[in-house]
Each structure stands twice: as C-alpha cells, then as structure tokens.
C-alpha cells in the first residue's frame, strides 16, 4: 500500500486510462492521512483500504462507487463526516468500527434507497454512527446511551426529527 506521509491526497483519475478499484490495505495506517480525493473512476473501496487512518476527518465518496467493503474505514478514530453517494449499492461488516467520533452518515439518495443497500448485519458495529440523513428524511439506527435507553429516530417532517425512546426494563 501507500507508504508516502502526506497529509492530503488526490487520487488519479485513471490507472492506464482505465476506472479502478481501492484495494485492501491500500492506505493502512497512513496516520498522517488528513483528508483524500477519490475520484469519480473509482468503482469499488476495498477492504481495509483506510484502516489505521487515525487523522482522516472527512470523506466524501464518489458516485461511481457501488461497493464498501468489511472494515473500509477500521479504526478511522477521527473521521466525523462521511458523505455516501446513492450509487452503493453493498457495505460490507464493520465497515466504520473504530470510528468513534462518525455519528452520522450523509446519503445522497432517499430513505427508501438507503434501505435498499445490502448491508453486512454488523456494518456498523463498533462505531457511534445514530442516524443517516438521506434527502428526505432522517432516520436512526439503534444505539445504546448511558442511560439505558435506546433512542431511535424513525423520520423527519419539515427537519424535526421524529424520536422514539424505548426504556430498557432490567
């Protein structure tokens, strides 16, 4: 993979002029890694590909990628922005574990589209992320608080989001 220590990066438009994948391990561990260019001929980000990118704050993925592997953004730790184009059509297992600081996704399509997605049953295990803001609505994932009360936002109307709050009896 990558072994440069730039803080910024822009990925070519092409590989021998054709569209290309991100492979797994790509840029593991590029502490350094602030933020990433990823260009519209990027079909697939592989597994891996960002893991150990402690620094990585945002990213916005392109509308040409259809696939998020397992464990995509591991350990991402900083990462608190993350924009995902309508075009993903997979995201695999724990593709946002260790990104503690994610917690929410912008999705570029509805909330019928975002359901659509085949999503890996543990996508997001190990991170914070609590809603998805899809272009006509928000909507919650389950999420634990401290106070043992799930909170789940099923919607919005107008921008106000919808919660429901269900409390855990022990």
């Known amino acids: 993979g990558y072994v440069g220590t730039n803080t910024e990066l822009n990925l070519p438009e092409s590989y021998n002029g054709q569209n290309y994948k991100i492979y797994k391990w790509a840029f593991n561990n590029c502490y350094n890694l602030t933020s990433i260019t990823i260009p519209n001929s990027v079909a697939s980000i592989g ?24 464990r995509t953004f591991y350990d991402c730790s900083s990462l608190t922005s993350i924009t995902i184009p309508d075009s993903v059509t997979s995201i695999g297992d724990c593709a946002f574990n260790g990104c503690t600081r994610l917690t929410s996704i912008d ?23 609590r809603n998805v803001r899809c272009t006509n609505s928000i909507f919650g994932v389950l999420v634990w608080s401290s106070s043992l009360v799930f909170r789940v936002v099923i919607g919005s109307i107008l921008g106000l989001e919808l919660i429901v709050a269900l409390i855990v009896l022990l």
Do not use: E
């Open 47 to 70: 597994s891996y590909a960002f893991s150990g990118c402690s620094g990585l704050t945002s990213i916005t993925i392109p509308d040409s990628v259809t696939i998020i592997d397992d």
């Open 107 to 129: 999705f570029k399509g509805t909330s019928k589209q975002w359901k659509a997605i085949r999503k890996a049953k543990k996508w997001k295990l190990g991170s914070c992320i």
